[in-house]
């Protein structure tokens, strides 16, 4: 059972990144998925999570607007679709996998993937 985040990478300012995350070993469609992101010297925080349906998604409110997270079940797949992207959006990208409990926390989620790095260059 694991979860494996790519797509990360270098990009400027303004640019945009689309993050993958690919689940197996687990019943995807019956998990909520959601992304968080921890940068140097900071805590893990959330940015974004989509419920075991898809119908609904939640996001930071300061990621609004320029992250879109979706799902694929047949595909095993969850993405984060990043636009717009600013300097301190560097970081550290975690998917992972939740069946209960607030999609706002990292304790809610039982399965994490290993992370992919993004960093946007001014």
């Known amino acids: 059972v694991q979860l494996q985040a790519f797509g990360g990478g270098l990009v400027q300012a303004g640019g945009s990144l689309r993050l993958s995350c690919a689940a197996s070993?687990?019943?995807?469609?019956?998990?909520?998925m959601g992304w968080f992101r921890q940068a140097p010297g900071k805590e893990r925080e959330f940015v974004a999570a989509?419920?075991?349906?898809?119908?609904?998604?939640y996001y930071v409110d300061s990621m609004k607007g320029r992250f879109t997270i979706s799902r694929d079940d047949a595909k095993n797949t969850v993405y984060l679709q990043m636009n717009s992207l600013k300097p301190e959006d560097t970081a550290v990208y975690y998917c992972?996998?939740?069946?209960?409990?607030?999609?706002?926390?990292?304790?809610?989620?039982?399965?994490w993937g290993q992370g992919t790095l993004v960093t946007v260059s001014s």
């Open positions: 992972a996998a939740m069946d209960s409990g607030s999609y706002y926390s990292t304790q809610s989620y039982d399965l």
């Open positions: 070993g687990r019943t995807f469609s019956s998990s909520g």
């Open positions: 989509i419920s075991r349906s898809g119908r609904s998604t």
